[in-house]
C-alpha cells in the first residue's frame, strides 16, 4: 500500500521558514505528479502547489507564489516544500498527495486512497 509520510512542521514566527518534507513508499514516485494541500482551522482543505514527475513544471496557488518552492527527489521518493516568509494565515495541517495537475485535486485511484496524517505548521504572529 502507498504510503506518504509528512514532516519538517512546526511552530515558527512570522517571517520565517520551514522546509516540509513527504516520505513516498510503495509506489514508483517518478511516475506520479505530486503535491501538497493544506487545511486551516476552521477552513476547507486547499491545494497549494504541485510539481511534474520529473520536477519540470510547477503550479502554485496565488497566497504562497513567491514565498513557497516545491521540489522533488526522485532517487529518494520525496517532494519537498520550502516555506518562507511564513505569515500567521499559513498556520495549517499540510498533506502531500498525488495530483492531477490539470484540475488541482487528490488522485484517489489504486494504489493511492485517503489522506494521510499531515504535518502542523504554526506561524505567530
Known amino acids: 500500500q502507498v504510503q506518504l509520510v509528512e514532516s519538517g512542521g512546526g511552530l515558527v514566527q512570522a517571517g520565517g521558514s520551514l522546509r516540509l518534507s513527504c516520505a513516498a513508499s510503495?509506489?514508483?514516485?517518478?511516475?506520479?505528479?505530486m503535491g501538497w494541500f493544506r487545511q486551516a482551522p476552521g477552513k476547507e482543505r486547499r491545494f497549494v502547489a504541485a510539481i511534474s514527475r520529473s520536477g519540470g513544471i510547477t503550479y502554485y496557488e496565488d497566497f504562497v507564489k513567491g514565498r513557497f518552492t516545491i521540489s522533488r527527489d526522485n532517487a529518494k521518493n520525496t517532494v519537498y516544500l520550502q516555506m518562507n516568509i511564513l505569515k500567521p494565515e499559513d498556520t495549517a495541517v499540510y498533506y502531500c498527495t498525488a495530483v492531477d495537475l490539470a484540475t488541482k485535486t487528490k488522485i484517489y485511484t489504486p494504489p493511492f486512497g485517503s489522506w494521510g496524517q499531515g504535518t502542523q505548521v504554526t506561524v505567530s504572529s
Open positions: 510503495g509506489l514508483t514516485f517518478s511516475s506520479y505528479t
